[in-house]
């Protein structure tokens, strides 16, 4: 099994910046998929980011191309989503989540999550 824990969010103004990270313990994490999912109050679940368990695949969804970036540190079991160029609309709580096999776009296709860590974007 893979444990979670995000961290890094916080108030922020838009135009502003933040990196989140997810830290992870299992004995598998290394070959398992990672993304970022996010959550608005009164909103669904929705996907943010992805990355394969090499790196060396991302997907992001269209509404942050261009202002976030996922990464991760193999070695150090971590990955990170770093947020630029901040919007309101970005105001969420983000999730961090693992599949063993491949990135999903959909919440129901991740096989563990995180807490969240709250990030609120002020206009």
């Known amino acids: 099994q893979v444990q979670l824990v995000e961290s890094g969010g916080g108030l922020v103004q838009a135009g502003g910046s933040l990196r989140l990270s997810c830290a992870a313990s299992?004995?598998?994490?290394?070959?398992?998929?990672m993304g970022w999912f996010r959550q608005a109050p009164g909103k669904e679940r929705e996907f943010v980011a992805g990355i394969s368990w090499s790196g060396d695949r991302t997907y992001y969804a269209d509404s942050v191309k261009g202002r976030f970036t996922i990464s991760r540190d193999n070695a150090k079991n971590t990955v990170y989503l770093q947020m630029n160029s901040l919007k309101p609309e970005d105001t969420a709580v983000y999730y961090c989540a693992a599949n063993p096999f491949t990135i999903a776009t959909t919440p129901s296709g991740m096989d563990y999550w995180g807490k969240g860590t709250l990030v609120t974007v002020s206009s």
């Open positions: 299992g004995r598998t994490f290394t070959t398992y998929a």
